[in-house]
């Protein structure tokens, strides 16, 4: 028979000895890392951390506003038919355009289709504001032109904000106040 080792013996001391030196070894190496982790200046700030998540998320929305609108790429030819099929203006003013606001109408209907079609809303809103090319864009025409003109002026602004500004927002950058106010005039009138 052979006699048992004592050198080894399984005690509670050697076992309570065991689990500290263990977490003693254990924190000092994640002191260690926290050191090393903020010594090496490589910890973000929190105003970074949201930028970059503001990023990602501008990243994401244009990237699926690209796969849906992948499928409905507009060629030369195709805007083209698309200018010839927009409405013309009539020498006889819409009814509407004289009774808008109080005051009278906000613009002028002839420039805002003008100026609806050399902005390039049409890309997305169609040629007469009520056909979009993807079911998630608003129908604007009809709609009351002080109304759309506040929601123009709100997005460039930034005082008005959605899940689909971030898309809508470089095209209004370019558009004055004043050509806002003729493009929702033209909207309001029927885009006639």
């Not at 005690?11 to 924190?27: I, V």
């Not at 038919?81 to 606001?101: D, F, G, I, R, Y």
Request: net charge neutral; glycine share 8%; charged share 20%.
């Amino acid at each position: 028979m052979s006699t048992p080792s004592y050198n080894h013996r399984d005690t509670p001391l050697r076992r309570f000895n065991a689990f500290w030196w263990g977490l003693a070894y254990f924190g000092l190496f994640g002191l260690v890392s926290v050191v090393i982790y903020c010594w090496s200046g490589s910890s973000p700030s929190v105003e970074e951390i949201l930028t970059s998540e503001h990023q990602e998320t501008v990243d994401g929305v244009a990237a699926k506003q690209q796969e849906i609108l992948s499928g409905k790429q507009l060629q030369p030819e195709k805007i083209g038919a698309m200018l010839q099929k927009a409405p013309s203006a009539s020498a006889v003013p819409h009814p509407s355009a004289t009774a808008t606001t109080a005051a009278g109408p906000i613009g002028d209907p002839l420039k805002g289709k003008e100026l609806y079609k050399s902005k390039n809303c049409m890309i997305c809103h169609g040629p007469d504001g009520n056909s979009p090319t993807a079911p998630m864009y608003p129908k604007l025409g009809g709609k009351e032109a002080s109304y759309l003109a506040k929601k123009m002026k709100d997005i460039k602004s930034g005082a008005y904000t959605s899940a689909f500004t971030p898309m809508m927002k470089p095209t209004i950058d370019q558009v004055s106040e004043e050509e806002i106010d003729h493009i929702a005039q033209w909207l309001a009138d029927g885009s006639k």
